[in-house]
Structures are given as structure tokens and as C-alpha cells.
């Protein structure tokens, strides 16, 4: 079965400081990776997946199948990044997409 | 246009209660999901509608858990004789190909 590990339930940067929230998974398969981000009083949003290999809100995150990681990575917080990030695995059972999510990992800025 | 709507937003039942999760996906959406949330962990899989079929309820934990679609738009989550490990948030997601999009959630809490 599947499995994503966020080891980090909460982490604190300063400002202008990098920031990586990490992230592994197991799986058999060729994996589907997705990094989703909840903001305080806000829904589950998308944020990126390895498959676009696209930036937002200048985040990226690089897929490592050697190490089985899919860490979310920015070079300069920003006191908006503040959130609740959640690593999450796209398996395809059949026909259905289901996610599989690792436990999350509390962010705080700090100015 | 709408994003993916759920109600009620709070619910509080006494344990041994039914109660009903509603959930109202983006028009159009085909596919449509249900995960439970507990307190400090990531959502978990429940089960998975395309259009009206129930083709995944793999993640149902127990037989009082059942879902509806009946016709292939908006879903109803019940769960019947409430039991304190009920308490959770479940969520909605609705999806027309790879990213999934959540509603705000509704947090069961049984007393």
C-alpha cells in the first residue's frame, strides 16, 4: 500500500530565510505527487504537482525517485507562506484517483 | 463560478445518532470524493463517485459509513449510529480530470 511521510508536524523560518518542507513517499508504482496548502479559515487548495514542474508563489519541488522525496522547497519565505502544507500521492485504483495524504506539516513565518 | 459547496458546516450529534453530510460538487465535475480528516492528520480517503456509480468505497471503515450520488451531482455522506471516533472533518472534492477541488469541509463532532 501506499504511504506519505511528512516528518516536520511544525516548522518556523524567519523572513527572507529558505524554507523546505519535506516529504516521502512508498510506492510501487510510477507516482503522481501533488503538494497542497491550507491557509487559516480556508479550503484544501492545490499548490503544485510534479508533473507540470511549475513555480508558485515561487515554490517548487523537485520529484526524487532514488530517495522516494518530493520536498517542497522556497530561497526566501514570506510571512504569507504561513500555512498548513499537506504532500499527497495520486494512485489510480481502477478507475479512481484517489489521494493518499501525509500528515502535514504546519508552517510559520516569522517576521 | 462556485467552487464545491458542503453543508452543515459545524454538526453536532449525539453518539448513537444518524446524521447527513452533504455535499454539492463543481457543475460539470464528474468524479466526486469523500475524505475524513481527524484532528492533526491529513485527510483520508473514503470513497470515490464517477458520475453516479460508487466505484471505490474502499475507505468506508465501517458499514455504517454509506454514500450516495443518485443523480451523478450532488452527494450525501450518512453515517448511522454515531460513534465518538466519528468525529472528524469530511471533506468533498469534486475533479474533471487530475486536480482535485475541496469544499470548506464539515466537522462532525460526536458527544
Known amino acids: 500500500a501506499q504511504r506519505v511521510t511528512q516528518p516536520e508536524k511544525l516548522l518556523s523560518v524567519f523572513k527572507g530565510a529558505p524554507v523546505e518542507l519535506k516529504c516521502n513517499y512508498s510506492?510501487?508504482?510510477?507516482?503522481?505527487l501533488f503538494w497542497y496548502v491550507q491557509y487559516s479559515r480556508q479550503r484544501l487548495q492545490l499548490l503544485l504537482r510534479?508533473?507540470s514542474r511549475e513555480s508558485i508563489k515561487g515554490f517548487t519541488a523537485d520529484l526524487n525517485k532514488g530517495e522516494t522525496s518530493f520536498h517542497l522547497k522556497k530561497p526566501f519565505a514570506q510571512e504569507e507562506d504561513s500555512a498548513m502544507y499537506y504532500c499527497?500521492?495520486?494512485?489510480?485504483?481502477?478507475?479512481?484517483?484517489?489521494?493518499?495524504f501525509g500528515s502535514g506539516t504546519q508552517l510559520t513565518v516569522l517576521p | 463560478g462556485a467552487g464545491v459547496s458542503q453543508s452543515p458546516r459545524y454538526k453536532v450529534a449525539k453518539r448513537g445518532q444518524d446524521v447527513a453530510l452533504r455535499c454539492d460538487p463543481i457543475?460539470?465535475?464528474?468524479?466526486l470524493f469523500w475524505y475524513q480528516q481527524a484532528l492533526g492528520q491529513g485527510p483520508e480517503f473514503l470513497t470515490y463517485?464517477?458520475?453516479?456509480?460508487?466505484?471505490?468505497k474502499s475507505g468506508l471503515p465501517s458499514d455504517r459509513f454509506f454514500a450516495e450520488r443518485p443523480e451523478g451531482s450532488v452527494s450525501t455522506l450518512k453515517i448511522q449510529r454515531t460513534q465518538q471516533e466519528d468525529s472528524a472533518v469530511y471533506l468533498c472534492?469534486?475533479?474533471?480530470?487530475?486536480?482535485?477541488?475541496f469544499g470548506p469541509g464539515t466537522r462532525l463532532t460526536v458527544l
Open positions: 510506492y510501487s508504482g510510477s507516482p503522481e
Open positions: 457543475s460539470g465535475h464528474v468524479s
Open positions: 463517485f464517477q458520475n453516479e456509480a460508487q466505484l471505490d
Open positions: 499527497a500521492l495520486s494512485v489510480t485504483s481502477g478507475s479512481a484517483r484517489q489521494l493518499t
Open positions: 510534479h508533473i
Open positions: 472534492a469534486s475533479s474533471l480530470a487530475i486536480e482535485q477541488f
